[in-house]
């Protein structure tokens, strides 16, 4: 089964989200820039990074210079998703100083998050890069982000699951519990996708060994195992063995992580890659 891979977004598909930060932002004037500025002033400012990890969001932000002020010119300098230190200047921007000033936050809040998610991402894949264990996001992201966190989940080296609640089936508890089980719901879910002309991977999520056995029997492309201790983690991949990709899921940390994926699981799906995480330090500064 593949991931949904998500290259560099389609930036202009954000242009109301944008709109809105900066009408957020701006109000009715950016009175400090506007009091002491002459309006076509131009300026030069820099991308300074403070702190070591994987950046991200350097193709986002030349997008956002550019539209806030078409006059801009962006020269990036690093590419998004490599290792960066204390230092580095990222990208330089000469246009007009008060659009630079307006447009500073933004990029910041963007990039500062987004790099944030591509360095946890890279700590975590790393730590399993001696196994053949791939490291998954979840829909657990920020409203009207997941397509930018996303995109940093790639660019840290790891992969994504579906993208929404459309682009794969996933019974969970409460779809299995709703539908009277595992097989009566895998059942009616290949009725719905014939009958809508769909095809659709289809992962289950599993509670104890006994539905691990279920979801076998189902044919289920996927499972999911939630929560699952490593003892019976182990036991599962031993059933299971090549007849179906298995995924371990649920409150694993960077400290259990290993250990998980040395149990030979296909999959390790982490919700923490994109709801609990610092943002990279950075700065823009006039030049």
């Not at 300074?48 to 020269?75: M, R, W």
């Not at 299971?240 to 699981?265: M, Q, R």
């Amino acid at each position: 089964m593949k991931d949904s891979l998500i290259t560099v977004p389609n930036f202009s598909l954000l242009d109301p989200q944008i709109e809105f930060a900066m009408a957020e932002d701006i109000g009715d004037g950016d009175h400090s820039a506007l009091s002491c500025l002459p309006h076509e002033e131009r300026g030069n400012a820099q991308l300074i990074v403070k702190e070591s990890g994987i950046i991200a969001g350097l193709s986002l932000a030349e997008y956002i210079f550019k539209k806030i002020d078409p006059t801009a010119n962006v020269e990036l300098i690093l590419d998004d998703g490599v290792a960066v230190h204390p230092g580095e200047v990222a990208l330089r921007v000469e246009g007009n100083a008060i659009k630079l000033l307006q447009s500073e936050r933004l990029v910041l809040n963007y990039m500062q998050r987004l790099s944030g998610v591509a360095t946890k991402t890279h700590s975590m894949v790393s730590a399993i890069a001696h196994t053949s264990c791939n490291l998954l996001d979840t829909r657990k992201t920020t409203p009207g982000f997941r397509v930018l966190e996303k995109w940093a989940v790639r660019l840290g080296g790891g992969m994504n699951h579906r993208m929404g609640l459309y682009d794969m089936v996933m019974l969970k508890d409460n779809h299995i519990d709703f539908a009277g089980g595992i097989i009566p719901a895998v059942e009616k879910v290949r009725s719905y996708l014939a009958k809508m002309n769909k095809s659709l991977a289809i992962e289950v999520e599993t509670r104890d060994m006994s539905e691990v056995e279920q979801a076998l029997e189902s044919g289920a492309d996927r499972i999911m195992l939630d929560n699952f201790d490593l003892p019976m983690t182990r036991a599962a991949v031993a059933l299971i063995g090549t007849k179906a990709e298995i995924e371990s899921s649920g409150g694993i940390t960077e400290s259990t992580l290993v250990d998980y994926a040395e149990t030979g699981v296909h999959y390790i799906s982490v919700g923490a890659l994109t709801h609990h995480i610092k943002g990279l330090d950075m700065s823009l500064k006039a030049i």
